[in-house]
């Protein structure tokens, strides 16, 4: 029982860290080519299984029930239903909530939902409860379609043993996404891999940043921008803890940007973060009280003040969304480039319900979502810009530019990221012991803790979530 208990409280923090990642539900229905015949026999027969007399459900009521965390299902769900006689039903559930009502259904027998989806970090422990099917096994033959998606997005939806139970429709490498107009200013260049160079590493972020705040402006909004850059090691290796000095440089940047005033002390998601992304922003110190979650209430506060401008914003392939709902005035003003390592968060990875009793309608809409080139087509010209995981769409769309990001071909760009990508050092133990490095990171720059003890309190946290890990301080 108390390891049941400790997996379901990392599956909600899980949720609650990465609620966002999936896409930016807010205005994906206000969405904003090329046409290619050519398909692989794959996506043809993709394409022919997708038909209305084809997706009968085996219960022959023409239903399907989905759950999941993305509002992007819905327009999917919607889409499928203009070409299918099936009636779709999508619930979408809360992150904090998500992982409970999915165990409670799914551990009590129900045969709905359907369709049930996870992000890469809890799927392990879904995979695990054997709540999602078996897609190797007749009928679906999952792995005749290995070859037509991103190879890390495929690794993410196998089991420990190989067995593909998840497919997701989009790719999540992360980038930085920064200013094109105040790089040309600083830097006397705005191409992507020569501003690349200024985050290829942790020491040179922190030069970059002070070189930033001389000319008046701020590097990020807040170190949070580094969340997805914090290391490309693995956290556990055969069941031992394991920090590499890259974890500790990471630290020390941080930990530099704060107490050295590099950062706009914005924390992401909150009313200035945004602000930022379209012009200036009022400078917040690292002690300042003002209220950063209510807009009312923090342009009150700040009126009048000095402000400054963000250079760059650490962010998922999905931050398009996000930055598209937000740009205003600063849209084709920014451009994209890669990070220190690697990194990548979130994205919805759809499986069929071991309970289920439409598993051939589920399949055929799981196949609609990721493996059908049309679709694809159609999800990157409605999100306006999430990029998705099949190859053949990204390849037919890698020379199409985004007018937010001076044209730049984002398809092609993270796609190459994505290629770079290590699913091997992502284990199911990554959010807590991220969280509880990100405390000792918190006590250290606050002055809270010195380095040394915020340490011990980071091993001591791991040890007591998971006891049965294998800890040596050093």
């Not at 259904?105 to 799927?123: C, H, K, R, S, Y």
């Not at 997805?228 to 031992?240: E, H, I, L, Q, R």
């Not at 920090?243 to 992401?268: G, H, I, P």
């Not at 190859?391 to 044209?407: F, I, P, Q, T």
């Amino acid at each position: 029982m108390k390891l049941k208990k400790v997996v379901s409280a990392l599956l909600v923090s899980t949720m609650l860290l990465s609620c966002v990642a999936c896409g930016n539900n807010k205005n994906t229905d206000d969405a904003n080519k090329d046409n290619n015949d050519t398909k692989t026999p794959n996506t043809e027969a993709a394409d022919d299984n997708n038909t209305p007399d084809d997706s009968a459900d085996a219960t022959g009521d023409g239903k399907l029930v989905i759950w999941t965390l993305a509002a992007d299902l819905e327009q999917f769900a919607e889409k499928y239903m203009e070409s299918h006689d099936v009636e779709v039903e999508t619930v979408v559930i809360e992150p904090a909530n998500y992982p409970t009502k999915v165990q409670t259904a799914l551990n009590g027998g129900q045969t709905e939902p359907d369709i049930i989806v996870g992000e890469p970090q809890m799927l392990e422990d879904f995979f695990d409860a054997g709540y999602f099917e078996d897609l190797n096994q007749a009928p679906y033959n999952a792995q005749d379609y290995a070859d037509q998606i991103v190879d890390y997005v495929w690794e993410v939806g196998q089991d420990a043993d190989g067995i593909q139970r998840a497919i997701s429709y989009q790719i999540t490498p992360a980038g930085f996404y920064y200013r094109r107009d105040i790089a040309q200013e600083v830097f006397g260049t705005e191409d992507p891999e020569e501003i690349g160079k200024l985050f290829k590493d942790y020491p040179t972020i922190l030069e970059t940043a002070k070189t930033l705040k001389d000319k008046g402006y701020r590097i990020f909004a807040s170190d949070g921008e580094l969340n997805f850059f914090s290391g490309n090691t693995a956290w556990v290796v055969d069941n031992k803890l394991t920090v590499s000095e890259q974890r500790y440089a990471y630290m020390d940047l941080c930990v530099e940007l704060y107490k050295q005033d590099l950062t706009a002390y914005a924390a992401q998601w909150s009313t200035p973060w945004y602000q930022a992304m379209s012009g200036p922003v009022p400078v917040l110190t690292a002690d300042s009280d003002v209220n950063v979650w209510d807009a009312t209430e923090f342009a009150s506060a700040t009126e009048g003040g000095a402000t400054t401008e963000i250079f760059a914003y650490g962010l998922p392939a999905w931050g398009v969304l996000t930055m598209r709902d937000n740009v205003g005035e600063t849209s084709g003003k920014w451009g994209v480039c890669a990070g220190p390592t690697y990194g990548f968060s979130g994205g919805t990875y759809i499986g069929i319900s071991s309970n289920s009793e439409r598993k051939d309608t589920a399949w055929d809409f799981l196949k609609f979502c990721t493996l059908n080139e049309e679709t694809a087509d159609w999800w990157i010209e409605k999100s306006e810009g999430d990029t998705v995981s099949l190859l053949s769409a990204l390849e037919k769309h890698k020379d199409d530019g985004n007018e937010v990001y001076g044209g730049q071909h984002l398809y092609s760009f993270w796609l190459e990221q994505a290629e770079g990508l290590d699913y091997s050092v992502v284990t199911r133990y990554d959010t807590a012991i991220g969280n509880a490095w990100s405390n000792a990171i918190t006590a250290i720059k606050t002055d809270e803790k010195s380095k040394e003890d915020a340490i011990a309190g980071f091993y001591d946290e791991v040890e007591a979530t998971y006891p049965e890990l294998t800890i040596e301080r050093e």
